[in-house]
């Protein structure tokens, strides 16, 4: 089977979806409170969607699969704390701490 495919890391499968929006973090009442709290432009949803029914007993499979998937981790944005720049996980993985 290749990465990627269904039946990796647990069954899950993930894929992003760039296109899906989140109007509530655009809102003039969100945008002013995330600016008071410093917030603004350091904050971002992204969506992914994944093939199977979630269950909360697989939960740590879940996550794990998540994070080690093939369509996650170039799509994932992280805020690095050192340059304060957007960077995918793909790229950050090399820092992370073993999941």
Partial sequence: ???GEPG???GYYFRFLPQKTF???STP????????WSMLGRIKAQAFGFDQTFQAYRKDDF???FFKDPNVIPNLKLLSDSSGQWITLGFASGRLRKI
């Avoid at 009442?29 to 008071?36: A, D, F, G, I, V």
Wanted: aromatic fraction near 0%; glycine fraction near 4%; charge should be neutral.
């Fill in 1 to 3: 089977m290749a990465a």
């Fill in 8 to 10: 990796d890391l647990g």
């Fill in 23 to 25: 109007q509530s973090l």
């Fill in 29 to 36: 009442e969100t945008t002013s409170r995330l600016r008071q």
């Fill in 63 to 65: 996550v794990m699969a």
